[in-house]
């Protein structure tokens, strides 16, 4: 019998099953906002709705242009997975919630190092949002506090 996953497994692994609704031919993501113990709202790695993805497309403008991960978003055509989530959840219920994030290679499958990016970490100070979980790499998880958030501590 498959041991029962502790919370933190439980919630980075469905922010991983998340993530394969993601559009992006690079990383997709998963974002999942818990309130209460209760999942409040999800969010993938996918173009704006009503614009083409870009598994649609079959092009990457920043993997034809070979831009490294972190640099030249604006020619992204993905709203990341905790912009998503927060949008989905609205600032009433994101405020106090945990976020838990996970990615993966779409071309080899292997789950990344998640973090989020500058711009998702400023959001996620302004949805009010308490603190946010990664999954790492090594199946590893780790937490952060959005800095500014009054238990910040570096």
């Known amino acids: 019998m498959k041991p029962r996953p502790g919370k933190t497994d439980y919630y980075l692994n469905i922010a991983l099953d998340v993530a394969s609704r993601g559009t ?68 009433g219920k994101a405020l106090g919630a945990t976020l838990y994030l996970a990615g993966y290679d779409v071309k080899s499958g292997a789950v990344l190092d998640a973090e989020p990016c500058f711009l998702c970490k400023r959001i996620i100070l302004n949805a009010g949002i308490y603190k946010v979980i990664c999954r790492s790499a090594d199946g590893s998880s780790w937490g952060i506090v959005p800095e500014g958030h009054p238990s910040y501590h570096e």
């Open 24 to 91: 992006c031919l690079r990383r997709n993501y998963g974002a999942v906002m818990v309130k209460d113990d209760a999942i409040v709202a999800t969010g993938y790695s996918g173009a704006a709705r009503g614009l083409p993805n870009c598994c649609d497309l079959g092009v990457c403008e920043r993997e034809v242009r070979n831009i490294p991960r972190g640099e030249r978003y604006e020619l992204c055509r993905s709203v990341h997975a905790e912009m998503n989530a927060i949008i989905n959840a609205g600032r």
